[in-house]
């Protein structure tokens, strides 16, 4: 990286959040002869992303498995929509019209929905994960109608694989 003489701040607009913000070169160039961009907290550009909407994107990968993003992109797509990009953001297009996809993780509270963090900026649309958890015996599930093991047999389930819960396990629980 080499260093040059540093530029007067800038305002450049940043396409996720379409906000203005300020960009300044710090006089750093990387080795393939791109400059390094700053904000005002020295915080670093990524791209045409603004660090704000840098951290909130890495943030949101991280969080977000595999199995989270098989189901919200199974539930975009029985909702009709074609998925452009299945990376985070998530990239959809529907009626000729492309949507960004946030996600973020939710669970219940006295019937109140609590989201893990604030809502990232520069989307569309946000999905909202739940994760709950049911307790069943290896003979309550044996006699559910409804669920189906799907896989190998050794007891894997592939990624697709959706297994419907009973309809009432707290009898037998305790």
Same mark, same amino acid.
């Given at each position: ?86 990376? &985070?953001?998530?990239? =959809? %297009?529907?009626?000729?019209? !492309?949507?960004?996809?946030? /996600?973020?993780? +939710?669970?219940?509270? *006295? ?17 909202? &994960?739940?994760?709950? =958890? %049911?307790?069943?015996?290896? !003979?309550?599930?044996?006699? /559910?109608?409804? +669920?189906?093991?799907? *896989? ?23």
């Amino acid at each position: 990286m080499t260093i040059e003489p540093v530029q007067e701040p800038a305002l450049k607009i940043c396409t996720y959040c379409e906000q203005e913000k300020v960009r300044i070169w710090c006089g750093a160039k990387l080795k393939d002869g791109s400059k390094v961009f700053i904000d005002h907290k020295h915080q670093r550009w990524a791209g045409r992303r603004c660090p704000d909407c840098e951290k909130s994107r890495v943030q949101t990968a991280v969080k977000c498995d595999r199995f989270a993003k098989a189901n919200i992109l199974r539930e975009l797509e029985s909702k009709g929509f074609e998925v452009i990009s299945s990376a &985070v953001p998530i990239k =959809v %297009r529907k009626d000729q019209v !492309e949507f960004t996809v946030g /996600m973020r993780r +939710a669970f219940m509270d *006295g019937g109140n929905i609590i989201l893990d963090s604030e809502t990232e900026t520069g989307v569309d649309m946000v999905a909202l &994960v739940f994760e709950t =958890v %049911r307790l069943a015996t290896p !003979e309550q599930i044996s006699a /559910m109608p409804t +669920a189906r093991l799907v *896989g190998n047999q050794m007891g894997q389930l592939p990624d697709a694989t959706i297994v419907s819960r009973p309809v009432n396990l707290s009898s037998n629980l305790g």
